[in-house]
């Protein structure tokens, strides 16, 4: 407890429940490590005979794990287990790079349909939304299906029909086939992520990039069911988080600044206008343009705006 919380009535398994859902609310879930992946420190494995041997429960024993290659690591080290062989994800220090030709200010609006729409026109991940949308509607699909056959197979249980138990446990109830090609399209949406921000990196040449920071959905607002599907699979922090990566690989400062009259404001005469699909329609000066350009351009004009007003404040 802080020292001048001393003295004060508080219940502290209550305050230490409040920080735990603070925690999970506004960062992210702790994972934990279970039967299948862990974590092992370089005090705990050694290498011999092309195999790295890990300590186990049992005094002065280990476990041979058979190595592929004869790579030798002196870090903590994620280990997956899978069916048919174990996995070692090893953490790689990247090599910072400098650009001397990478002169540039971007200004970067992120959107689910295109993911980045620049001040300057240009457009990055247009066949996202082409990725995400086919195979969220197949795993709805597909859970449609295996929700069915479980109801079938609960009612089987609860009136004995035993025959049928069995088949659909021999026929229906497969994971690995559903997981292997869920992870697929997954990892095939990643590598596109990265590769167009690669692209725009080399294209722009940026020394900085200036995006806003994430918005917190309404959680009470009732959505479609389609859109639910949509956000529950879209890739906004994948995106965020491989964009910061690649900011620090290619010191590339990175700046977020509040989304705040970023989306509705009209980025020539700054009055409200409609939001129509992915058009923005302005009554007042007649601008129509796309959503994802609007904000973009706003971005720019806000932040232009807040440097010259931070510039003039400083004392002389």
Request: proline share 3%; hydrophobic share 30%; net charge positive.
């Amino acid at each position: 407890m802080p020292k001048n919380a001393a003295g004060l009535d508080i219940d502290e398994k209550r305050l230490n429940n409040l920080l735990c859902r603070l925690t999970r609310r506004y960062l992210t879930q702790p994972g934990s490590d279970n039967t299948d992946s862990f974590r092992i420190s370089p005090n705990g494995y050694s290498y011999k005979d092309g195999a790295m041997r890990i300590v186990c429960r049992i005094p002065r024993k280990r476990i041979s794990i058979p190595l592929r290659d004869n790579r030798m690591f002196d870090r903590q080290i994620q280990i997956l287990i899978r069916q048919d062989d174990v996995a070692l994800a090893v953490p790689i220090k990247a090599k910072v790079r400098v650009h001397q030709d990478y002169t540039n200010t971007v200004y970067i609006y992120i959107g689910s349909q295109d993911m980045f729409t620049l001040s300057n026109g240009h457009i990055y991940g247009a066949a996202l939304e082409e990725l995400i949308d086919p195979e969220t509607e197949r795993l709805a699909k597909k859970n449609r299906e295996r929700r069915r056959i479980y109801t079938a197979y609960n009612q089987s249980t609860e009136d004995g029909d035993t025959q049928k138990v069995q088949n659909i446990e021999t026929n229906n109830f497969g994971k690995l086939k559903y997981d292997r090609q869920k992870v697929k399209e997954r990892e095939k949406t990643k590598t596109y992520i990265n590769s167009e921000i690669n692209r725009m990196i080399a294209n722009e040449k940026p020394v900085k990039i200036v995006i806003t920071k994430p918005v917190t959905k309404n959680k009470t607002k009732i959505y479609a069911k389609s859109a639910n599907r949509k956000m529950a699979r879209r890739f906004s922090s994948y995106i965020r988080e491989r964009l910061a990566y690649k900011c620090k690989v290619h010191s590339i400062e990175l700046v977020e600044i509040n989304s705040k009259d970023t989306g509705q404001k009209c980025s020539v005469c700054g009055e409200t206008g409609k939001r129509q699909g992915k058009e923005f329609l302005c009554e007042n000066c007649g601008r129509n343009t796309t959503i994802a350009l609007n904000s973009a351009k706003n971005i720019q004009q806000k932040y232009l705006t807040k440097s010259t007003t931070e510039k003039t404040d400083q004392p002389c």
